[in-house]
């Protein structure tokens, strides 16, 4: 596949995988767009013909998939085992990639994809929707305007919700970690957009004696990402009573103003101390209230975890992602993005392993 695709081709798209609770949203946010065709879905699950049933697909071999030259995109969404090496092959085979986060199992795959993306000069992108919230983009905008001053604070709050900590998806064997890996990277993911790579962390990754699920990993977390000129906080619930995720939120503190975002329903407030140009006082933004909620039901096709039911995100993602297909523009949220995550989430659990030790992040 020539990369940018050449202007008013019709993007093939493609499944490799369809056992991720989000495959389903996927599919249907690319159907909605213009000039867009399905070619097919592949995964040696049972549930790839209720999968491809429900939503008019054609269930094809992965070799097909991958030869077929009218396929031009893939999404990769099985188990974490298997996407680095789905990923690889599809990028090896000509084809652009969305991949469903963490895009693996830990940094020994998402150095393989990084390595795979240089090799081919394939398109990537992690699938990190939350970050194409307004309130996320305002937050951003803010921060590196300078108008809140000198950020020298910062709290992220993260959870996971509809007991899906219980579930085997969140149990996968080699995943480092349980519902904060799977989970909060999307706050990692944050952190990293606004504010870069610290210089060390410490954690506590706590599971409580006969409190929850004995057969579920981490309970709850706190964790500090040490930089030279600030420090930041996460603290994440593994066991979030709240069907969205209402009680996701990060607030920057600055020496002239405070930022607090929330990415679904979008919010942000914004203070300013009226010391740098800006009048005295909040300012309060929400987006337009949702009628359909975040996870909505289970399905023969998603028995385990509900299907994600409101599209605003995944649209946001499809349109950034076919813009960097059809432009040649840089991927939002390319590979690198992907193993930085990873190797912030390493080094908080072997911190947590040594009882909160700081460990050093390499340069």
Request: charged fraction near 20%.
């Amino acid at each position: 596949m020539s990369y940018p695709l050449e202007s008013g081709t019709t993007i093939g798209v493609a499944c490799l995988g369809i056992t991720h609770p989000h495959t389903s949203g996927r599919v249907k946010a690319f159907k909605r767009m213009n000039d867009v065709q399905f070619l097919g879905a592949y995964d040696d699950s049972p549930l790839l013909t209720p999968f491809c049933d429900a939503l008019g697909l054609q269930a094809r071999s992965m070799e097909e998939i991958l030869a077929d030259p009218k396929v031009h995109v893939v999404l990769v969404h099985p188990k974490s085992y298997l996407m680095a090496e789905w990923t690889i092959a599809a990028l090896e085979a000509g084809k652009a990639v969305l991949c469903e986060k963490p895009a693996g199992r830990g940094t020994q795959d998402t150095q393989r994809i990084v390595d795979a993306v240089e090799r081919t000069g394939g398109l990537f992108q992690v699938g990190y929707c939350w970050r194409y919230a307004p309130s996320v983009e305002k937050m951003q905008q803010v921060l590196q305007s300078g108008e809140i001053g000198k950020v020298l604070q910062v709290r992220a709050h993260a959870g996971c919700s509809h007991d899906e900590a219980d579930t085997n998806h969140m149990k996968q064997p080699g995943d480092r970690g349980g519902a904060f890996y799977v989970i909060g990277c999307h706050t990692i993911d944050r952190i990293l957009l606004h504010f870069g790579k610290p210089r060390s962390v410490n954690a506590r990754i706590s599971k409580f004696a006969g409190q929850m699920s004995e057969t579920a990993r981490e309970d709850a977390v706190g964790a500090v990402l040490n930089y030279d000129d600030k420090l930041i906080t996460i603290d994440f619930m593994s066991w979030d009573p709240m069907p969205w995720t209402e009680s996701w939120d990060i607030t920057a503190y600055g020496t002239h103003g405070v930022m607090h975002s929330t990415p679904m329903p979008a919010s942000y407030k914004l203070y300013h101390d009226g010391k740098n140009g800006h009048q005295q006082g909040w300012t309060h933004w929400n987006e337009n209230s949702f009628p359909e909620i975040w996870a909505v039901r289970k399905t023969v096709y998603s028995p385990e975890i509900a299907e994600i039911g409101n599209p605003v995100y995944f649209d946001r993602e499809a349109a950034a992602f076919t813009h960097s297909l059809r432009t040649g523009s840089a991927s939002t949220v390319p590979a690198t993005q992907a193993h930085d995550i990873n190797v912030i989430l390493e080094a908080l659990f072997e911190s947590a392993d040594a009882n909160g030790q700081e460990v050093l992040l390499a340069s």
